[in-house]
């Protein structure tokens, strides 16, 4: 299911098709999804996609960091991390921040497909008020919502990284609402899943689990699940955590 997720642009083939189309990754302390927006971002570069990120948690360096120059040319990075308020007040901020951007991103002029990561939507969700920030994704992944001259737009793929630990069922429920996939990062045994529920339109939704890994490229390397018996084992460790003389060599990540 991830590799089709990752066919056009990070978004699943029939829904790439579409004019809109979001897509959130829900992770963790435990189970981080910066890697795996990196691999979503290098395969929308790959496809000939132009990729904008809204970088306000990590350096403009730190993101680039393991990409090679042929990835690094097809990313724009509006840089949020470093000066967020623009105290520095060098001009160099667009006007209107983050939200600004996106609306920025939603006049564009040119034809072709576009990705906008953003990280992260809790950054967003933080400093801005929820309503704001939900109708501002809703204009810029409808194609009849940007003002212009009437002439069609391009495909606009918007992926999302959320902290799920950091917010309410409320703004949770209303940026689920938003995205037509929604990716939630777990595991066990020391592998990485994913659970991946795809909502399309006049159709049922999808609701199945991957598991992989991120290679040291952002190449995603796709794997089977781990066996029964090793899943009951975790299970069965982590039913006697706490207990006396309990055994602790249960393996898996965090």
Not at 3 to 15: F, H, K, P, R, Y
Not at 39 to 65: D, N, P
Not at 126 to 144: F, G
Not at 212 to 225: N, T, V
């Amino acid at each position: 299911m991830l590799d089709s997720l990752l066919a056009l642009g990070g978004l699943g083939t029939e829904v790439g098709r579409k004019d809109r189309d979001g897509l959130s990754i829900r992770h963790s302390v435990e189970w981080e999804g910066r890697s795996l927006l990196k691999a979503l971002v290098k395969k929308s570069a790959l496809c000939g996609e132009q990729v904008h990120i809204l970088g306000c948690e990590v350096s403009e360096e730190e993101f680039r960091e393991g990409f090679d120059s042929q990835i690094n040319n097809r990313l724009v990075y509006h840089d949020f991390f470093r000066d967020p308020l623009n105290w520095s007040k060098t001009g160099e901020a667009l006007p209107g921040g983050p939200l600004g951007a996106l609306r920025a991103m939603c006049k564009r002029t040119d034809l072709g497909p576009v990705t906008i990561a953003l990280d992260s939507l809790s950054w967003l969700l933080l400093h801005l008020p929820c309503t704001t920030l939900c109708q501002t994704l809703h204009a810029v992944s409808h194609q009849d919502s940007c003002p212009g001259d009437g002439s069609p737009v391009g495909k606009v793929h918007v992926l999302g990284l959320l902290h799920e630990e950091l917010h309410g069922p409320g703004p949770m429920g209303a940026l689920s609402s938003l995205a037509q996939t929604e990716v939630t990062l777990g595991g066990t045994v020391g592998q990485a899943s994913a659970r991946i529920l795809c909502r399309r339109p006049r159709q049922r939704p999808t609701d199945q689990t991957q598991w992989f890994s991120i290679l040291p490229d952002f190449s995603l390397d796709l794997q089977e699940g781990p066996s029964i018996e090793s899943q009951a084992r975790t299970r069965k460790c982590s039913l006697g955590s706490g207990k006396r003389g309990e055994n602790k060599s249960c393996g898996g990540w965090g």
